[in-house]
């Protein structure tokens, strides 16, 4: 079965770190570029970070830049999401998704078209 699993989630005090696990199983995520998304109730989903398939490039956007570092284990076929220094804007679900685009093209791309997403997990920022 093709499918991609987040773990992680968790609630943490404000300031904390939190590591999010992306995990593909049914297929090999080297040749995908892997996407964190999240979304807070009320709100659209919105793009975090991206990794490239090759090279390891990455890309955070700028509410995270600093904070969220993306990096992967091609070996054990995971993805990870290092979250630090977590503000209260932060709690929403977190969502991987893997795509055959480029990585400079994966947030351009409509999100109905990516090849796989994951079912999200939780991540609660409170005092």
């Known amino acids: 079965q093709v499918q991609l699993v987040e773990s992680g989630g968790g609630l943490v005090q404000p300031g904390g770190s939190l590591r999010l696990s992306c995990a593909a199983s049914?297929?090999?995520?080297?040749?995908?570029?892997i996407g964190w998304f999240r979304q807070a109730p009320g709100k659209e989903r919105e793009g975090v970070g991206c990794?490239?398939?090759?090279?390891?490039?990455?890309y955070q956007a700028d509410s995270v830049k600093g904070r969220f570092t993306i990096s992967r284990d091609n070996a054990k076929n995971t993805v990870y999401l290092q979250m630090n220094s977590l503000r209260p804007e932060d709690p929403a679900v977190y969502y991987c998704?893997?795509?055959?685009?480029?990585?400079?093209?994966?947030?351009?791309?409509?999100?109905?078209?990516?090849?796989?997403w994951g079912q999200g997990t939780q991540v609660t920022v409170s005092s």
């Open positions: 990794i490239s398939s090759d090279d390891g490039e990455t």
């Open positions: 998704a893997a795509d055959l685009s480029p990585w400079y093209q994966f947030f351009l791309k409509d999100r109905d078209a990516v090849d796989y």
């Open positions: 049914g297929f090999s995520l080297d040749t995908y570029t």
